[in-house]
């Protein structure tokens, strides 16, 4: 297994994409701190801690980075090689899972690091209870957790899809056109991938789960679909 996520890795090292989502995050980061902070004027603890939870923000972009990774597989037709290399889709799914949730926890990492840069001596001039411990570790390792979580759960989805260019329309439709509109049901809004990833950053404004329920929802998100694609993927032909 361990030689499967070397591989993995190998080709995200090798490639353009996960350098230009990193480049992409790393903007997003900066952009998202100096508005929140700048403009946003926050002053209690929930605004402040919400300044810095950027990964749970970005969390959506680390999930489309999930699909066009997987997607590409099957794009490109390296499937097939990759499997002569590793027969059983099972294994390579789950190399691929592992190799891609370790992407995002460092491509998180880098974006943590930008944003306690820039947003702590910016917070520093800001009226208001400065923030404890507890509330960076909520803000930054909250939002690690959900970009790793959203990496795998885009995996899974790029899998079961099967096709790169469907699976990011179908996401970006998701994401940004059915999870809005489902807060125009009572409670359901909460449960959405977007909403739960919010709420491990921290947010306690409005109708939200707590950290706990959140994870285990972002975690039930990913195995859901990371169960459907293996099973779908077993039993699809290999071009």
Known sequence: MSRLVSGELIKLRTTRTALGFTAAVVVLTLAIVLLTILAGDPKTIADKRSALAVGSSISALLLVFGVVGAGAEYRHRTLAPALLVAPGRGRLLAA?????????LIIGIVMTVVALAIGVPLLAGQPGPDLAAGDYLRACGGGLVAIVLSTMLGVGVGTLVGSQVPAVIGTMIWLFILEPLSGLIDHIVKYTVGQTATSLGGDTGGDVLSWGAAFLV??????????????????????
């Open 96 to 104: 691929r899972v592992i190799a891609y949730g370790l992407a995002g």
């Open 218 to 239: 972002m975690l039930a998100w990913a195995a859901v679909f990371l169960v459907a694609a293996a099973l779908v993927d077993s039993r699809r032909d290999v071009a």
